[in-house]
Nanobody, 118 residues
């Protein structure tokens, strides 16, 4: 299973970006997917997750501003980010959790940098 994230870039505060993460290998529709981010000097933190059934959950810091979605036909998960703030600046990573026996196997993408200028 391989994950390819894209869509990062430089944006002004208040702007929007859409991140994409395309998964190759396996059966995407059964994977739970997530977006995480990591800022310099900080631990990686959860941003949003979406189950195979489409249920989404968000970190409090992004609720109402970010939307996670998935397109099973395209094997892609998206993160629509709006009303961006400088504190959203980070490398964003996508994660796939594949059901495996009674547990999960986790796969990470390479990360895409989002920089929000004030």
């Amino acid at each position: 299973v391989q994950l390819q994230a894209s869509g990062g870039g430089l944006v002004q505060a208040g702007g929007s970006l859409r991140l994409s993460c395309t998964v190759s290998g396996g059966v995407f529709s059964i994977y739970a997917m997530g977006w995480y981010r990591q800022s310099p000097g900080k631990q990686r933190e959860l941003v949003a997750t979406i189950t195979s059934g489409g249920s989404a959950d968000y970190a409090d810091s992004v609720k109402g501003r970010f939307t996670i979605s998935r397109d099973n036909a395209e094997n892609t998960v998206y993160l629509q980010m709006s009303s961006l703030k400088p504190e959203d600046t980070a490398v964003y990573y996508c994660k796939a959790d594949r059901p495996f026996r009674d547990s999960w196997r986790t796969y990470w993408g390479q990360g895409t940098l989002v920089t929000v200028s004030s």
